[in-house]
């Protein structure tokens, strides 16, 4: 089975060492899209560059988000909160733990639609259905989250239009987004997220 050793998120399928730092990168880009001082380095989605040459870190810096790495968490800690150092580094758990629990169950045995097992970048959903919903409760990591509250996810897969091209859907209701779109099968899927 090829995709044994493979854990996604909503870019794709990569192996877990290679998850591990593309996701704690995208974890810290989107928990501090606004306020923090890093970015994922697009060249190479496993570091944190700088946003901007004005910012504290000096240009040419490049970290690997690691957190296992000490002097990787202390670098990109160093300007942000106690509170959001940790709130970063429990995202980063959170999709380690995911990937672990990707490679634990079993693969799906379906010929029909569904939207697969993924780490969307805030939380961990396994196979889904075509047009259902699911829900995680809100993990405590993402600002003004609450341990009541919910995220739901409907999961739409959309038919190969031609070749390599696909249809590509864009939801307006309420507070959606598209969270992921997987190229690899020979359907497109989309997954939304809608905070509640």
């Given at each position: 089975m090829a995709d044994a050793a493979l854990c996604r998120d909503r870019y794709?399928?990569?192996?877990?060492?290679?998850?591990?730092?593309?996701?704690?990168?995208?974890?810290?880009?989107?928990?501090?899209?606004?306020?923090?001082?890093?970015?994922?380095?697009?060249?190479?989605?496993?570091?944190?560059?700088?946003?901007?040459?004005?910012?504290?870190y000096p240009q040419g810096t490049c970290i690997k988000a690691d957190v296992d790495n000490?002097?990787?968490?202390?670098?990109?800690?160093?300007?942000?909160?106690?509170?959001?150092?940790?709130?970063?580094?429990?995202?980063?758990?959170?999709a380690v733990r995911c990937c672990d629990r990707q490679l634990?169950?079993?693969?799906?045995?379906?010929?029909?639609?569904?939207?697969?097992?993924?780490?969307?970048?805030?939380?961990c959903f396994g196979d889904t259905d075509a047009s259902q919903k699911v829900y995680i409760h809100c993990p405590l990591y993402v600002e003004y989250?609450?341990?009541?509250?919910?995220?739901?996810?409907?999961?739409i897969a959309v038919r190969r239009v031609q070749g390599n091209k696909f249809s590509v859907l864009k939801f307006k209701i309420g507070i959606i987004k598209q969270e992921f779109l997987n190229t690899e099968y020979d359907e497109a899927v989309h997954k939304v997220r809608i905070f509640e």
């Open positions: 794709g399928l990569f192996p877990p060492d290679m998850f591990k730092l593309i996701t704690c990168s995208m974890c810290y880009s989107y928990l501090f899209r606004l306020k923090g001082h890093l970015t994922t380095n697009l060249t190479s989605p496993t570091e944190l560059v700088p946003k901007t040459p004005q910012g504290p000490n002097d990787a968490v202390n670098s990109v800690c160093s300007t942000l909160s106690s509170e959001d150092c940790t709130r970063w580094t429990r995202c980063c758990e959170a634990n169950e079993p693969p799906r045995n379906t010929t029909e639609l569904f939207c697969p097992r993924t780490w969307d970048g805030f939380g989250a609450s341990p009541w509250g919910n995220v739901s996810v409907y999961s």
